[in-house]
């Protein structure tokens, strides 16, 4: 089994439509992110979250939002889903600084917003 | 201004070539320095830290260049299986966040 399962891999979905994409991990890490990738844009970061209390806007967080439910757990929520919100979107953990810093994908989930 | 720049290629080259990257990072306080492989539409992975030393891994040597703010990643003896996009990753010294470059694309072809 995947360290870091996101769920759903795929969803299709109409404007306006509120989305949740979940992330879990087993690797035991307090540090999550999200992360979208578009061709050309590379990979940017929408929300991170330290630890269940703290949650930290990143480079793209307009038209999302973040639930840390746990640990284990931290899902990203589009509340009124538009076209250019598709795209793929990843979650990745880390363990604390210090560590050699390594960042551990989830698999993705592509989105298309109709 | 992008944290991190990258020539996003394609580089299209023969096996058993040699090939190199290069990537610069624009904010002098960066810290710690990755170089990532992701396969198409799969998730990146990481395939090397970069030391200011310079690191090797097998066919794989990444080097480091504070001065003047740019990373490298050379791949001797190219195989089929390097085909990727390799992501050039920096981080500042608070260590809060990774910043991707947007990727280069590899073909390597038989």
């Known amino acids: 089994d995947a360290d870091v399962t996101q769920t759903p891999r795929n969803r299709i979905t109409k404007t306006g439509k509120r989305i949740m994409l979940e992330c879990s991990q087993t690797k035991g890490h307090d540090r999550m992110y999200w992360y979208r990738q578009d061709p050309g844009l590379g990979l940017r970061l929408i929300y991170y979250s330290f630890d269940v209390k703290d949650i930290n806007k990143g480079e793209i967080s307009d038209g999302y939002s973040v639930s840390r439910q746990a640990q284990a757990k931290f899902s990203l929520s589009l509340e009124s889903a538009i076209p250019n919100q598709t795209a793929l979107y990843f979650c990745a953990t880390s363990g604390l600084w210090g560590n050699t810093g390594e960042l551990f994908f989830g698999e993705g989930s592509r989105l298309t917003v109709l | 201004r992008k944290e991190v720049e990258q020539d996003p290629g394609p580089f299209n080259v023969p096996e058993g070539a040699t090939v190199a990257f290069n990537c610069t990072y624009s904010?002098?306080?960066?810290?710690?320095f990755f170089w990532y492989r992701q396969d198409c539409r799969k998730e990146p992975k990481l395939l090397m830290s970069?030391?200011?030393s310079g690191n090797e891994d097998g066919r794989f040597t990444a080097q480091l260049n504070r001065a003047s703010q740019y990373i490298s990643l050379l791949i001797r003896d190219s195989k089929l299986s390097d085909s990727a996009t390799y992501l050039c990753?920096?981080?500042?010294?608070?260590?809060?966040?990774?910043?991707f470059g947007t990727g280069t694309s590899l073909t390597v072809i038989p």
């Open positions: 904010n002098s306080a960066s810290q710690s």
């Open positions: 970069v030391y200011s």
């Open positions: 990753v920096v981080t500042l010294n608070t260590g809060n966040q990774f910043y």
